[in-house]
């Protein structure tokens, strides 16, 4: 099958399953189909390709298309077009990706539903009537519908793992410091980190590959050994240890969903790997602390968005101070002026104190639990989620309820280690469960081999 069938394959069915998916912002088709037929003629002069040459893919929409609009599903970021890519992208145009599109976010990538969004709601495709995770839910569900083959989103406090999870499909946070995040627009940035969404753990290594690596433009990127992903994943995991926090399968965690991870570690020891229930007990803090931090550098990052450098600006002002407060009231949503609320309260002088340098005391108690539990064993598994996808519009108006829903993934971005969700069972109502494996930073091929013996 030749790159231009099978891009114009990926558009016809988003064409078809669009209207009830909702899944993305902005299609790049035509461009899609010109890069198709490029991708053909190399292969047919004889020319050397990658192995994710002429393959459509998706890409969440904070991160940097030059020429495309990047909204990050933000009123405030309706018409911006970047003039530069980001590193991600630069990096997937030179092995041949052909981008068929951008998708739906929570707005800024705050939430975790993708109701956030300013312009639509995504639908779980597996029941129309309930979310599809967020805050990469139109990365996740282009993935899980078969639109595209793999999509990149963002992940700050589960953004990847989560809806990976929700849509029943693999997905992969990596180190900080793995992937680059120039052109990656800012929510929490000692956090936030892109991953990738695939249906399976062969795809997502081979992608990991393509992406991983130092980049100048990030000064946090890390100048780590990049592994031949796509081989390492096909070793043998025997023999290997594992940790299973009771921290993360008690209070908080749907039985069925804590059912469901105790079967699928019983299931890794017919692969030879072992596997103990540990205790880390930082963990049971960590909502609380990532809503300090996040907000926090979220107020900051967001200060950029004036009405005056790029973006939005409000058609009714006279002041200088009209000018600030109606575009920011206006282009801003109401969860990313939450979130503003809360970290400019954090960091005032006077609460700083109390809030902001007690939560980086307590993530840096976080991450001495997992630095304890790596010291006997090679990854840590937990739930990705405490419940399976929720109906659209059941927490909407109850944002600690869908903050909690973070309770396994954000411990994994305060300590900026690499993780992966992969499918493990499904609940009662047919929606699929999430497992997720944590491992020790740069220990991405030794987690994605743990999700492979799996499958
Ligand atoms: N749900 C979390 C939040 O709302 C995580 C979001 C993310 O990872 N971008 O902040």
């Known amino acids: 099958i030749s790159s231009y069938e099978i891009t114009k394959a990926s558009i016809d069915r988003i064409g078809k399953t669009e209207p009830k998916l909702?899944?993305?912002?902005?299609?790049?088709?035509?461009?899609?189909?010109?890069?198709?037929?490029?991708?053909?003629?190399?292969?047919?002069?004889?020319?050397?390709?990658?192995?994710?040459?002429?393959?459509?893919?998706?890409?969440?929409?904070?991160?940097?298309?030059?020429?495309?609009?990047?909204?990050?599903?933000?009123?405030?970021?309706?018409?911006?077009?970047?003039?530069?890519?980001?590193?991600?992208?630069?990096?997937?145009?030179?092995?041949?990706?052909?981008?068929?599109?951008?998708?739906?976010?929570?707005?800024?990538?705050?939430?975790?539903?993708?109701?956030?969004?300013?312009?639509?709601?995504?639908?779980?495709?597996?029941?129309?009537?309930?979310?599809?995770?967020?805050?990469?839910?139109?990365?996740?569900?282009?993935?899980?519908?078969?639109?595209?083959?793999?999509?990149?989103?963002?992940?700050?406090?589960?953004?990847?793992?989560q809806p990976a999870s929700f849509n029943g499909i693999v997905g992969l946070k990596p180190t900080y410091g793995r992937v680059s995040r120039y052109g990656l627009v800012a929510f929490a940035s000692s956090l936030d980190q892109v991953g990738i969404f695939t249906r399976d753990t062969e795809d997502c290594a081979m992608v990991l590959s393509h992406i991983a690596g130092k980049d100048k433009m990030d000064g946090t990127s890390v100048d780590a050994p990049v592994a031949d992903y796509a081989i390492e994943v096909?070793?043998?995991?025997?023999?290997?240890?594992?940790?299973?926090?009771?921290?993360?399968?008690?209070?908080?965690?749907?039985?069925?969903?804590?059912?469901?991870?105790?079967?699928?570690?019983?299931?890794?020891?017919?692969?030879?790997?072992?596997?103990?229930?540990?205790?880390?007990?930082?963990?049971?803090?960590?909502?609380?602390?990532?809503?300090?931090?996040?907000?926090?550098?979220?107020?900051?990052?967001?200060?950029?968005?004036?009405?005056?450098?790029?973006?939005?600006?409000?058609?009714?002002?006279?002041?200088?101070?009209?000018?600030?407060?109606?575009?920011?009231?206006?282009?801003?949503?109401?969860?990313?002026?939450?979130?503003?609320?809360?970290?400019?309260?954090?960091?005032?002088a006077g609460y700083y104190d109390a809030y902001y340098k007690k939560a980086l005391q307590v993530r840096t108690l976080i991450k001495n639990d997992f630095m304890d539990a790596f010291s006997k064993y090679d990854a840590i598994i937990t739930p990705t989620v405490p419940n399976t996808a929720f109906k659209i519009g059941e927490k909407i108006n109850d944002p600690l309820s869908m903050y909690l829903e973070d309770l396994c993934t954000i411990p994994v971005n305060m300590a900026g280690l690499p993780a992966v969700s992969i499918p493990c069972g499904f609940d009662s109502n047919g929606m699929p469960i999430g497992m997720q494996i944590i491992g020790k930073h740069f220990d991405e091929a030794k987690i994605l081999r743990i999700a492979r013996a799996f499958e």
């Open 22 to 161: 909702d899944a993305f912002l902005t299609l790049t088709a035509e461009s899609a189909l010109e890069k198709a037929k490029m991708v053909d003629e190399k292969r047919a002069k004889g020319e050397a390709l990658s192995d994710i040459a002429g393959v459509p893919m998706s890409i969440k929409d904070n991160i940097c298309t030059k020429g495309i609009n990047t909204t990050c599903a933000s009123k405030i970021l309706k018409d911006f077009v970047p003039p530069y890519n980001a590193t991600v992208v630069d990096m997937l145009n030179a092995a041949d990706a052909v981008l068929v599109g951008k998708t739906n976010l929570d707005e800024f990538a705050m939430g975790g539903s993708t109701e956030n969004s300013a312009f639509k709601i995504t639908k779980n495709p597996w029941d129309t009537t309930r979310v599809p995770g967020g805050s990469s839910g139109g990365s996740a569900v282009s993935v899980a519908s078969g639109q595209v083959f793999y999509s990149l989103g963002s992940d700050t406090g589960g953004s990847v793992r």
């Open 234 to 348: 096909q070793k043998d995991s025997k023999g290997m240890k594992v940790g299973v926090p009771k921290e993360l399968l008690g209070e908080g965690i749907d039985p069925v969903i804590r059912q469901s991870i105790i079967d699928s570690v019983q299931k890794l020891e017919q692969a030879g790997i072992q596997w103990e229930e540990i205790s880390m007990p930082h963990l049971t803090h960590n909502v609380e602390t990532y809503y300090i931090i996040a907000p926090s550098e979220a107020s900051s990052n967001l200060a950029r968005y004036d009405g005056i450098k790029y973006g939005y600006r409000t058609g009714d002002f006279e002041t200088l101070e009209q000018l600030y407060k109606r575009t920011r009231s206006e282009g801003f949503g109401p969860e990313v002026k939450r979130r503003i609320m809360m970290g400019t309260y954090t960091l005032s």
